[in-house]
């Protein structure tokens, strides 16, 4: 056979329905230009005309490496689809169209403290990258605030909630609300009914810090504390107080007469520096005791403990854990 009618036996079935389908046979089409289809991508990484992203932003949104995605970004601001914006950053001059980003609602305890801050700063960083619409919120410390901001994620719709507060009495109100709204959501740092939580093991850490202070007082003043002062949040229930539950624990395991130590408690009002600050100043104007041990819920308060102590100059008369970190007297 000639490849004259070989050719035109092939075109002939290509043109023809298939006997046993009725079908005609699908081509393969071939005209995609993958260059083209790569620099939409980057377009569409933009979602708006006022997001400003840089390059290594837009490489893990577009899931290529940062050479070619540098190429295709000055292309496109040539082509005048793109431009700069500020030294690293790119800006787009055209609105694509594209589907609904994914809604993420965070609901901060407090700009005051340092953990929130930084994971205020994670998450900003964090939907960024995934291209992610972030509704920040800030709770204040106040349960009434904290309603109100659920209620105004459940209005705008958002698709996950990510909630630190620390009032327990609204902890099952906020989960209601969420569950009606049928919106799932993530309990940071005080467990919430129905959440994902996500936090440390309390009575661990707390225990943790406990013994470490238990060890330095055998070693510095020979097992001999003469006072326990407990710096907690009472707003949050015993789940979060129970980091000072477990550095009770801890410095009863390792020290023979921590029975016979006295102990105060303190509500800080959330773990506040001046609201801590205020109380340790009044508790040592009361009594200026010497060998105390202080066991804070939090990093700041032991921190504004450590300002009370030197304000006075007893700061070598008292020892420090917050959290799982630890002050001993003159450093921290």
Known sequence: MSRTRNARLFREMESNPSPVTGKYPERKRSYTIQSVVRAVEVLNAFSSTS???DL???AGRVHLNKGTTFRLLETLVETGLLERAGKQGYRSSIQTTRATRFR???ASQSNLLPFT???TDGLITAASAANIELLILNNKFSARTALQNADNFVSENVDLVIDSQININVAAQIAAKFSDARIPYIALDIPHPGAV???????KAGRMAGRHLARWTMKHWKGNAEQVILLGVDAAGPLLNARLTGMVDGIGELLPNASGIPNQHYDTKGGQFEATLDLV???LRRRKTGRVLVGAVNDTA????LQAFREVGLEKECAIAGRMA?????RR
């Open 51 to 53: 997001e400003v992203l």
């Open 281 to 283: 100043r009044k508790h």
């Open 302 to 305: 032991a921190m504004a403990a």
């Open 104 to 106: 993420l609602g965070y």
């Open 117 to 119: 801050s930084a994971v």
């Open 56 to 58: 290594r932003i837009v």
């Open 326 to 330: 630890a002050s001993s007297p003159g």
């Open 197 to 203: 939580y996500f936090g440390a093991d309390n009575y």
